[in-house]
DNA sequence: AATGAATGAGGGTTCATTCAT
DNA sequence: TATGAATGAACCCTCATTCAT
């Protein structure tokens, strides 16, 4: 975790660095990550206390304070971990698709996989709107840029229509997170790679009858 | 609450009716509804105290609980009503659609003008994920079925494909919602019904090249 | 009820007199008084409230302010009417005791039915000891006053030692409350009359091995 | 709590232990618990407040979460804290008497000396009849419960009538409870040591006369 | 007399954060 | 670094009592 973003507190006076020196705490450090994963994911942001946190990592309270500075600061470090997490889990599946189309069936797939792998991921990073808006808002343009970033290319190519662009991204982004939601979180028993298929061959034609 | 069914709290014993009898009581009720959509818009569930609501209201700290059992139930209140709100204004839009095409387009432009003029209601409905779990599933569940209907009717009509069903609905609703927050909330000056338009020749064809 | 005792609340200005005129005001009352003996019994003077009591009645919230100056007012008047029922049960089963020895036994015996028929009214009793303490105080002055009469009657008469005076008394009124408590409220099944049998039996020998 | 019974809550996940660890954690404790016996006893349940005991004691009102969970906690704990000092107290004393008839009045005679140099016991106690009838009930069955083992061994040393049992042991608690309000608590000046050679004569020889 | 809405002081409890060891 | 006690602001909710109709 880094605090570039949002640095406000840096400013004034001292600015003690919380990076861990040591092997004991750098252990320390992940426990206390895990624990919150954990915590939040369970309860929720506010339901959420530090003390269920060290209690999870099997830390004292205090403890916590050598690491982060406030609640709201490990919140957001974890936000940035998952979101990272999910980037890495699905960017290689999708670059090694044959095609722009395919890249997006496996785009979703993958991410309805990995929602049900991790729902307490799905869970932190949306609490995030309410708790972090920077942080929620920073994962979902970051998210979308990429996905414009593959149309656009999937254009130049030729596969796809020529005049895609943020608008189209935007929709794709929001399509993917509602069927995560309704397929990944809600329903355990979907087919994920028929849904993948049925919304990739929408995504591809339209609503349009063809014949 | 918190994550879990909403219920009919009636059961263990006492279930005074909190109703308002004298046209004074529905007035009140009314002032403390609106101050609570202000409130809970601004400052978001956990930030927002009953004591904000009733100044803004104008009434004194207790007679909320005249009219509510809990910070809870009139946040839950307020989900419903602003859901039926966002319905009743996008749903005779929609109707008066000459086609199922039109029809979404004219509701994503409704649904991002709405969004534009009460951007409270896009946070309160969305913040109940945290809050009240059960009325934001029954909003989206409701919203989506919806959409789903249209396009059930729309193939029956022949006007689009006939193998429609719930994944191309949750589709367009989770399109629909991220074009929301992103030209709805984030920006004000996008033209909305450009916009629309983009999405909508979008969801009607799909990313494939035609020529 | 009236207002005799304690009457701070006479002297500031007006004295509104809250005895009903009207028959429908005395049916009033009484309905309050009733549901306030069931209320307070069931719940205790501090969990009770004075919507718990005009819902049991059936009157609003309001009119209990007719009839009463506070809670604690319907409490004191409660207790004090208590103090009487118990005392007329009591009484007259007492007076017609062959002698004193029997008296006490006879005391004891209709105590502890009566304990077991009006479970409420010895806790209400008893917790007007945290409410009301003079009202407490009167009424276990009153009762045990009533039993150094008899004490010192059947003295007069030679039916029991002359040096009974008011220790005897307290002793045997404690005695009497503790036996009730335990056979009258928390044992439903003893024999009344066997136990006043046996406790008579140690009042009127003691505990000393005769022959 | 409210008149069921106590119950070791540790059941529903959580149990964060509140035995305070270090020595500066014992004093804290400690002064909480003396502070809230003079609030109890001073104002009574209802009335004490948990800030009054906080800046009786001397600590920050947080502190008394880091020991209690509720005021009802502290409650229990001292009830049963105080119904081990009035045994500790009364004890030897009764167990050095010669006889059984002696022990009881050693009993009662040092019972009302605790009375009145420890009136707010006296009174937390019997208030726990209407705060956490558990200990309240724990109370009266050990202290009864040692009342009757005395008789027992009494009667089988052949020091008293051989019949005496539970009722004769509740009859003897109410006494001693009733002569320890009237002249423990109410009466500040009546010679103690004499009030309970009185009723000891009494509880030996009962109300017959004797020649 | 009756009704039911309005009032607001008051208190228990939580918990992020700080501090002393 | 680790520990666990200490701090106190903040807030939800209750309910006796008053008021207007």
Same mark, same amino acid.
């Given at each position: 975790m880094d605090q570039t973003q949002d640095g406000a507190h840096?400013?004034?006076?001292?600015?003690?660095?919380?990076?861990?020196?040591? !092997?004991?705490?750098?252990?320390?450090?992940r426990k206390l990550l895990d624990a919150a994963a954990v915590e939040f994911g369970e309860r929720g942001f506010h339901e959420a206390s530090i003390s269920g946190i060290t209690r999870r990592a099997g830390t004292a309270l205090g403890s916590f304070y050598t690491y982060f500075d406030s609640k709201d600061e490990i919140f957001q470090a974890l936000v940035r971990y998952m979101s990272e997490q999910l980037r890495d889990h699905v960017t290689p599946l999708v670059q090694a698709a044959p095609d722009e189309i395919s890249a997006e069936r496996i785009g979703?797939?993958?991410?309805?996989?990995?929602?049900?792998?991790?729902?307490?991921?799905?869970?932190?990073?949306?609490?995030?709107?309410?708790?972090?808006?920077?942080?929620?808002?920073?994962?979902? !343009?970051?998210?979308?840029?990429?996905?414009?970033q593959r149309l656009e290319a999937g254009a130049a190519r030729g596969e796809i229509r020529v005049d895609v662009g943020e608008i189209?991204?935007?929709?794709?982004?929001?399509?993917?997170?509602?069927?995560?939601?309704?397929?990944?979180?809600?329903?355990?028993?979907?087919?994920?790679?028929?849904?993948?298929?049925?919304?990739?061959?929408?995504?591809?034609?339209?609503?349009?009858?063809?014949?």
């Open positions: 840096v400013a004034a006076g001292e600015a003690r660095d919380k990076t861990p020196r040591t !092997e004991r705490g750098r252990r320390t450090l979703l797939e993958s991410f309805l996989g990995f929602v049900r792998a991790h729902k307490e991921i799905y869970r932190i990073i949306d609490e995030a709107e309410f708790v972090d808006y920077a942080s929620y808002r920073r994962h979902y !343009e970051t998210t979308v840029a990429r996905v414009r189209h991204a935007w929709a794709i982004g929001g399509m993917n997170v509602f069927l995560g939601m309704r397929y990944g979180l809600w329903d355990e028993d979907a087919d994920i790679s028929e849904i993948a298929r049925i919304a990739n061959d929408f995504v591809a034609n339209g609503l349009v009858k063809r014949d």
